[in-house]
Structures are given as C-alpha cells and as structure tokens.
C-alpha cells in the first residue's frame, strides 16, 4: 500500500526534507519527559526552558545536530547508597526540537532545576533574483524535444 504524502505534488521541488522532518517529529511527540515550555520573547528570539530537578550542568548535554536541538540528560547512580523507598528514579532522557534553517542557539543556562536554552531567528529577506535567458546553441533543443 503505498503513502500519500502533501509533498508528492510536481510543485514541490527539494521538499523531502520537510517531510523527514516531520515524520521525526512526529515520533517524539509522545514525549512527556521532561516537561518543557516555548516562549517567544519579541520577533526574533525564542526561549525553551526545560524542568531538570536534580540534574546536574555535568550530567546535560546540548547539541545541534544536522537542524536539530538535542538535550540529552544522564544521572549518575551512586552504588554507595541504600534506598529503604525509591520514589526519585535516577533516568535518562533525550529531547529533541527540529529547527527551522537559519536559527541557531545562543545560550544554555542551568538555575534552581530548569534548563534554559536561548535561540535566535535572523529577520527573513525578501530575495529576488532575475535569470538571464540565454540562446540556445545552434542544433540543440531543450530536453525531450525533437531536432
């Protein structure tokens, strides 16, 4: 059986990236851990704070990967202790924000348990570019066509 996709369209020339992109985006929308909120703070900057109680700054890690913001949280066990109740389970997490081309992090900071990564988006350019149409060489056709 095969897929209907919205970028099958002939219109729609070099978008099979986006459509990976939210194929992976729609995979860890299931993720509730860690909690996390988005804000946008003006036009151009946006700030994604995530709760990371009892992680320390050695044990995160953020990274941008191929577009991708990846914070990824692991907590050391201690074989010292006795636990006589467990009710704080020491768990790893991965955390990933697909990021729109041209915007990029500018910070991370860690304070009383939440984690704050700071991003930019630069302001969109209005791009117009003219193409000059040259002659065809004598005896060639475009493509497909006859001599």
């Keep these: 059986m095969s897929r209907h996709s919205a970028f099958n369209s002939p219109f729609l020339l070099g978008f099979e990236h986006l459509e990976r992109l939210l194929e992976r985006t729609a995979k860890s929308a299931g993720d509730s851990y860690p909690p996390y909120n988005i804000e946008q703070q003006g036009d151009d900057k946006l700030r994604i704070t995530l709760a990371v109680a009892g992680f320390t700054r050695d044990e995160l890690a953020v990274t941008v990967e191929d577009n991708q913001l990846v914070i990824r949280g692991k907590q050391s066990e201690s074989a010292d202790k006795t636990f006589l109740h467990r009710g704080i389970a020491a768990r790893q997490f991965q955390r990933a924000f697909v990021l729109a081309?041209?915007?990029?992090?500018?910070?991370?900071?860690?304070?009383?348990?939440?984690?704050?990564?700071?991003?930019?988006?630069?302001?969109?350019e209005t791009r117009v570019q003219t193409i000059e149409i040259t002659p065809a060489k004598r005896g060639t056709r475009a493509e497909g066509g006859q001599p």
Excluded: D, K
């Excluded at 915007?103 to 704050?116: H, M, Q, R």
């Design 101 to 124: 081309e041209g915007i990029e992090v500018t910070g991370a900071e860690l304070e009383n348990g939440l984690l704050t990564i700071s991003l930019a988006r630069p302001r969109a």
